[in-house]
């Protein structure tokens, strides 16, 4: 049984940073590429960050994020520096199958796991 876990939102006042995590079990994490997602109240799911199976591609849609990975933990980490209110939302990590090491995915279509969320609520 496939299961990602995510952790490490909360409440933030602007300016601030909060590091995710996303725990990962029940799938071969090193053959995944993995990416962060977010859904605000109202809106689409959209795409945060990706990163490729190996951890040597990254892609993202704001440079204030930085996402990473630790194959041995299975683990995959968001940083977020900088963080608006506009960046309120219910980030999500989520899993695809990778034949390469070095392609990620930003398309939510292309994401097979995912976990359940943690929210993230950024402060005036």
């Known amino acids: 049984q496939v299961q990602l876990v995510e952790s490490g939102g909360g409440l933030v006042q602007a300016g601030g940073s909060l590091r995710l995590s996303c725990a990962a079990s029940?799938?071969?994490?090193?053959?995944?590429?993995m990416g962060w997602f977010r859904q605000a109240p109202g809106k689409e799911r959209e795409f945060v960050a990706a990163?490729?199976?190996?951890?040597g591609n990254t892609y993202y849609a704001d440079s204030r994020f930085t996402i990473s990975r630790d194959n041995a933990k299975k683990t995959v980490y968001l940083q977020m520096n900088s963080l608006k209110p506009e960046d309120t939302a219910v980030y999500y990590c989520?899993?695809?199958?990778?034949?390469?090491?070095?392609?990620?995915?930003?398309?939510?279509?292309?994401?097979?796991?995912w976990g359940q969320g943690t929210q993230v609520t950024v402060s005036s």
């Open positions: 989520a899993a695809h199958l990778s034949a390469s090491n070095y392609y990620y995915s930003t398309a939510v279509s292309s994401y097979i796991y």
């Open positions: 029940g799938l071969a994490f090193s053959t995944y590429g």
């Open positions: 990163i490729s199976r190996s951890g």
